[in-house]
């Protein structure tokens, strides 16, 4: 991919926010009012672009320059380059895999189109954007698999499994009279290369990637501040109490931020090589599936796994590609229908887990191999997230998410709370709507009714206001 021109906007005179507190209702509301030049907000400080476009989630951050420039450009290509089973100096894909680059489920940056509506299950051609967890229904691992259901392979392997999804459809009423459907997948795997594992032994979770949006501002948050956020986040009278996950990696215990549970610590580049595209590295130098029959497959048609597939650098550089992106600015701010949903959110306690503004540490974050980004350091930012564990309730249709996969300290109906900074601009960037975790949203009024546990309070708000206020609320959403 060739470099992208940052777009970002200058001005002459300072950008402010005009954060207030207006007259608070019976019930205690407090309205936002933003006041932004040229109708805009600064989404993610310094590192706000004003795009509009497909390239709004992967456009580099102005501050991007000298060095760096060349380095972004080294990680933008290596995250869009398709690995090859073999290329002469390593680098090589699988021999089972899930994906066939960064971008091949991360297009543009952000979520590419899954397979599981269109192809009903694992694509083809090698990707289906989308990972498949599975366990015992201890929790533990099945040794011939691990936790990943690896659903494609090189030629001459065989893939681990594939998934076939159906929908349940079931139509739900607004009191007002419009109705609206939820769609509760049902997943079984078949192709098994090895002994089939039974249904009733098995858990299976599935998950479309995730929008990498703000992945720096993310990684450089103050973890003071989140954990201040989890020791006050209790709202007993709308159910809410969010909690921080913890994990340890590198053998050091952390705090969580990334991924759909909180359970990493870091971007996972390492890992996503890995596990997603069966490309070794320093920090898992084995292929990911050692021990299985398809590493003697390879070996027997002269495919070597004695050499790493990508270096340190090169990972860093990957690294410092996600963490550099700029975040696009929020639009229509000064729209009367986008002003009247951002206080229906309000009301609708929306910002108790999608915390508006958060603040990253001073000194920024550091990359995979030490490299420092001070600017991303003392920055104000409005990801629209606690970054914290909430339980979405129990797995049942129209209810709640509960996938019963344990991650660190996550259980199965605890989800962190998804930052919706860029979302309205997902279906512009990859051409879709669909949203959680396994994508059986299919617009944003879905994902909001399937919440439930500590969402239940917020979703039966947003339930009982009119069409009118209901659209509202989803304009201001799309709006972020």
């Given at each position: 991919m060739t470099m992208k021109m940052n777009s970002l906007l200058k001005y002459s005179f300072p950008i402010f926010f005009l954060l207030a507190c207006s007259a608070c209702t019976e019930e205690g509301i407090d309205v936002l009012e933003i006041e932004v030049p040229e109708g805009y907000a600064l989404s993610a400080g310094t590192a706000t672009n004003f795009l509009n476009s497909s390239f709004a989630y992967d456009t580099p951050a102005d501050w991007i320059s000298g060095s760096y420039d060349?380095?972004?450009?080294?990680?933008?290509?290596?995250?869009?380059?398709?690995?090859?089973?073999?290329?002469?100096?390593?680098?090589?894909?699988?021999?089972?895999?899930a994906g066939y680059s960064c971008g091949s489920c991360h297009r543009n940056?952000?979520?590419?189109?899954?397979?599981?509506?269109?192809?009903?299950?694992?694509?083809?051609?090698?990707?289906?954007?989308?990972?498949?967890?599975?366990?015992?229904?201890?929790?533990?691992?099945?040794?011939?698999?691990?936790?990943?259901l690896h659903d494609q392979a090189i030629y001459g392997v065989d893939p681990e499994g594939k998934l076939s999804v159906t929908y349940t459809e079931e139509t739900f009423t607004f009191p007002d009279g419009e109705e609206y459907k939820l769609c509760k997948p049902n997943y079984t795997i078949t192709q098994w290369y090895a002994d089939e594992i039974k249904p009733e032994d098995l858990f299976c979770t599935v998950r479309i990637p995730l929008r990498h949006v703000g992945m720096g501002q993310?990684?450089?948050?103050?973890?003071?501040?989140?954990?201040?956020?989890?020791?006050?986040?209790?709202?007993?009278?709308?159910?809410?109490?969010?909690?921080?996950?913890?994990?340890?990696?590198?053998?050091?215990?952390?705090?969580?931020?990334?991924?759909?549970?909180?359970q990493h610590a870091d971007l996972t580049v390492e890992l996503g090589f890995s596990s997603d595209m069966g490309v070794t590295n320093s920090r898992y130098p084995e292929e990911i599936c050692e021990g299985q029959t398809q590493v003697n497959q390879g070996s027997m048609m002269g495919l070597s796994y004695d050499q790493l597939d990508v270096s340190t650098k090169e990972m860093?550089?990957?690294?410092?590609?996600?963490?550099?992106?700029?975040?696009?600015?929020?639009?229509?701010?000064?729209?009367?229908?986008?002003?009247?949903?951002?206080?229906?959110?309000?009301?609708?306690?929306?910002?108790?887990?999608?915390?508006?503004?958060?603040?990253?540490?001073?000194?920024?974050?550091?990359?995979?191999?030490?490299?420092?980004?001070?600017?991303?350091?003392?920055?104000?930012?409005?990801?629209?997230?606690?970054?914290?564990?909430?339980?979405?309730g129990t797995e049942i249709m129209g209810v709640g998410l509960n996938d019963n996969y344990v991650s660190g300290l996550a259980r199965g109906n605890?989800?962190?709370?998804?930052?919706?900074?860029?979302?309205?601009l997902q279906e512009k960037v990859n051409g879709h709507t669909y949203f959680l975790h396994d994508g059986r949203a299919r617009n944003l009024v879905e994902?909001?009714?399937?919440?439930?546990?500590?969402?239940?309070?917020?979703?039966?708000?947003?339930?009982?206001m009119s069409k009118e206020d209901r659209d509202a609320l989803i304009a201001f959403i799309n709006s972020l």
């Open positions: 060349s380095r972004f450009n080294s990680g933008d290509k290596l995250y869009d380059d398709v690995r090859t089973s073999s290329n002469g100096t390593g680098g090589g894909l699988g021999p089972v895999y940056a952000g979520r590419t189109k899954p397979t599981l509506w269109s192809e009903g299950g694992s694509g083809n051609y090698g990707f289906s954007s989308m990972l498949v967890y599975i366990s015992r229904k201890n929790g533990a691992f099945f040794q011939d698999y691990g936790r990943v993310m990684m450089a948050l103050d973890p003071i501040e989140i954990e201040a956020l989890a020791a006050k986040s209790n709202y007993p009278e709308y159910g809410i109490s969010g909690r921080c996950n913890y994990i340890t990696e590198r053998g050091v215990r952390c705090l969580g931020l990334s991924g759909n549970k909180a860093e550089d990957v690294d410092l590609y996600m963490q550099s992106l700029s975040v696009p600015a929020r639009r229509n701010v000064n729209d009367p229908q986008v002003i009247k949903g951002e206080q229906k959110f309000y009301e609708a306690k929306c910002h108790l887990c999608h915390v508006t503004t958060l603040h990253t540490k001073t000194r920024g974050t550091a990359l995979l191999n030490g490299t420092q980004l001070p600017w991303l350091g003392g920055q104000t930012i409005h990801p629209y997230s606690d970054f914290l564990l909430h339980d979405m605890e989800w962190r709370t998804t930052p919706l900074w860029g979302i309205g994902a909001i009714m399937w919440h439930g546990g500590e969402g239940e309070a917020s979703k039966n708000i947003f339930k009982n």
